[in-house]
């Protein structure tokens, strides 16, 4: 059971990327995905999630208007599409399970182990 986070890399401010996030050994469909980063010196930070059971999504206020999550179950994949990136976006950036089938309040507290993350950085 292991999640995968690609997709990283160097952008300008203003700039767009999509990160991706795989998972092998099990389906991604039962689950609430959530996209976690952490920036040097700073604590994680909850950043997505997408549910399992309707789809509903939540967004930190520091990237609500700017990302957007989506699931294609098809591939067993979900995806952050990431724009209008700023400094601030500088990170490294995890997906995990959420143990809960809803992004309800509170759900980065509920999150399984965190994949290998994937470093954006936003710079000019």
């Known amino acids: 059971v292991q999640l995968q986070a690609s997709g990283g890399g160097l952008v300008q401010p203003g700039g767009s990327l999509r990160l991706s996030c795989a998972a092998s050994g099990f389906t991604l469909d039962y689950y609430a995905i959530g996209w976690f980063r952490q920036a040097p010196g700073k604590g994680p930070e909850g950043v997505s999630c997408?549910?399992?059971?309707?789809?509903?999504?939540y967004y930190a206020d520091s990237v609500k208007g700017r990302f957007t999550i989506s699931r294609d179950n098809a591939e067993n994949t979900v995806y952050l599409q990431m724009n209008s990136l700023k400094p601030e976006d500088t990170a490294v950036y995890y997906c995990a399970t959420i143990l809960r089938p809803r992004c309800t309040t509170g759900w980065g507290r509920d999150s399984g182990p965190w994949g290998q993350g994937t470093l954006v950085t936003v710079s000019s």
């Open positions: 997408i549910s399992s059971s309707d789809g509903s999504t």
